[in-house]
């Protein structure tokens, strides 16, 4: 069976009836300017805006010294706000193999929901541009920038940020998520790379268990006859959290009730390694309605939390 790439864009927020996207609502100039734009916010913080730039540097460290103060500096567009507040400084910022790391004092930490989304989007699109700069990854107070469910936000590209919609919602970014089902014996799992688009205030933790959920089938360009579903019909996502690299799912009592065509290590593990693959998470702790449950399908240990295994993975050529 030869590996196939599968992929679906998720859409998982309700767009507001909004006029047009970001980047049709201030298009960039289609003829031949092939120059720096500075990102920034529009006044209600709501969407990114930007304006053309001319750097004096050419050295890439002094290009990223440049736009970091340009960005503190209010826009010459009187409808754009800078991207860094008066309150947030960078204390210092490293440049290595194209990843550049940004020290922010304690204060940018003050700045959270969409402004904050925003507010980072615009920084790293403006470094991005830079061509020795690949991705950023932001540092408050010496520690990785965390949401506010304390997940480390981690490296970042400017592709990562895509169109706003528009008036009062969330930034979007879109990632692709390894996904393991079933193959079409049930004895093993085959990876499936699944696109997303998704709402950033959204755990990818909970998109990835819920897009296990939907099954296999949910996929566009799926072949039935390849891949099974792993979680047995009925099943609900009560909570999903991540605590020190340990994500905790608390599935409803139908999860208990094993799909006939998968085993029990099938079913497990395709929960556990989809997980795994998200940066914030090594191990896989279960919980059943809140309650710990000892045994699955009267053969797994259920108690403990449970790591990667690649070896119930099939290596498809």
């Given at each position: 069976?030869?590996?196939?790439?599968?992929?679906?864009?998720?859409?998982?927020?309700?767009?507001?009836?909004?006029?047009?996207?970001?980047?049709?609502?201030?298009?960039?100039?289609?003829?031949?300017?092939?120059?720096?734009?500075?990102?920034?916010?529009?006044a209600?913080?709501?969407k990114?805006?930007?304006?053309?730039?001319?750097?004096?540097?050419?050295?890439?460290?002094?290009?990223?010294?440049?736009?970091?103060?340009?960005?503190?500096?209010?826009?010459?567009?009187?409808?754009?706000?800078?991207?860094?507040?008066d309150?947030?400084?960078?204390?210092n910022?490293?440049l290595?193999?194209?990843?550049?790391?940004?020290?922010?004092?304690?204060?940018?930490?003050?700045?959270?929901?969409?402004?904050?989304?925003?507010?980072?989007?615009?920084?790293?699109?403006?470094?991005?541009?830079?061509p020795?700069?690949?991705?950023?990854q932001?540092?408050?107070?010496?520690?990785?920038?965390?949401?506010?469910?304390?997940?480390?936000v981690?490296?970042?590209?400017?592709?990562?940020?895509?169109?706003?919609?528009?008036?009062?919602?969330?930034?979007?970014?879109?990632?692709?998520?390894?996904?393991?089902?079933?193959?079409?014996?049930?004895?093993?799992?085959?990876?499936?790379?699944?696109e997303?688009?998704?709402?950033?205030?959204?755990?990818?933790?909970?998109?990835?268990?819920?897009?296990?959920?939907?099954?296999?089938?949910?996929?566009?360009?799926?072949?039935?006859k390849?891949?099974?579903?792993?979680?047995?019909?009925?099943?609900?996502?009560?909570?999903?959290?991540?605590?020190?690299?340990?994500?905790?799912?608390?599935?409803?009592?139908?999860?208990?009730?094993?799909?006939?065509?998968?085993?029990?290590?099938?079913?497990?593990?395709?929960?556990?390694?989809?997980?795994?693959?998200?940066?914030?998470?090594?191990?896989?702790?279960?919980?059943?309605?809140?309650?710990?449950?000892?045994?699955?399908?009267?053969?797994?240990?259920?108690?403990?939390?449970f790591?990667?295994?690649?070896?119930?993975?099939?290596?498809?050529?």
């Open positions: 069976m030869k590996k196939s790439v599968f992929y679906i864009i998720l859409v998982l927020a309700v767009l507001l009836a909004a006029p047009c996207l970001l980047t049709s609502c201030q298009q960039r100039d289609s003829g031949d300017y092939d120059g720096y734009y500075i990102f920034g916010l529009d209600n913080e709501t990114v805006l930007f304006e053309k730039y001319s750097p004096v540097s050419e050295e890439t460290l002094a290009l990223v010294k440049e736009f970091l103060e340009r960005m503190s500096n209010e826009p010459e567009d009187i409808y754009m706000k800078k991207a860094i507040p309150d947030v400084t960078i204390d910022y490293i290595s193999d194209g990843g550049l790391s940004l020290y922010f004092n304690s204060s940018y930490g003050n700045y959270t929901g969409v402004p904050e989304i925003l507010r980072r989007a615009a920084i790293v699109k403006t470094l991005c541009q830079i020795e700069v690949t991705d950023v932001f540092y408050v107070s010496g520690q990785p920038l965390t949401t506010s469910s304390m997940e480390a981690g490296i970042m590209q400017a592709d990562d940020f895509i169109d706003n919609t528009g008036g009062e919602t969330s930034y979007k970014q879109n990632t692709t998520l390894n996904m393991y089902f079933s193959d079409y014996r049930g004895t093993a799992l085959v990876e499936v790379p699944v997303i688009t998704y709402d950033a205030t959204i755990p990818l933790e909970q998109l990835a268990v819920e897009q296990l959920m939907k099954g296999p089938y949910s996929i566009e360009g799926i072949n039935k390849d891949v099974l579903p792993t979680i047995p019909d009925g099943t609900k996502l009560n909570k999903v959290t991540v605590r020190e690299n340990t994500c905790y799912v608390d599935f409803s009592s139908e999860f208990l009730n094993k799909r006939k065509q998968v085993t029990a290590d099938v079913a497990i593990y395709s929960v556990v390694n989809t997980l795994v693959e998200l940066p914030t998470v090594n191990k896989v702790q279960f919980s059943i309605n809140g309650g710990q449950v000892l045994e699955y399908s009267s053969s797994i240990n259920f108690g403990e939390p790591e990667r295994n690649l070896d119930i993975v099939l290596q498809l050529n």
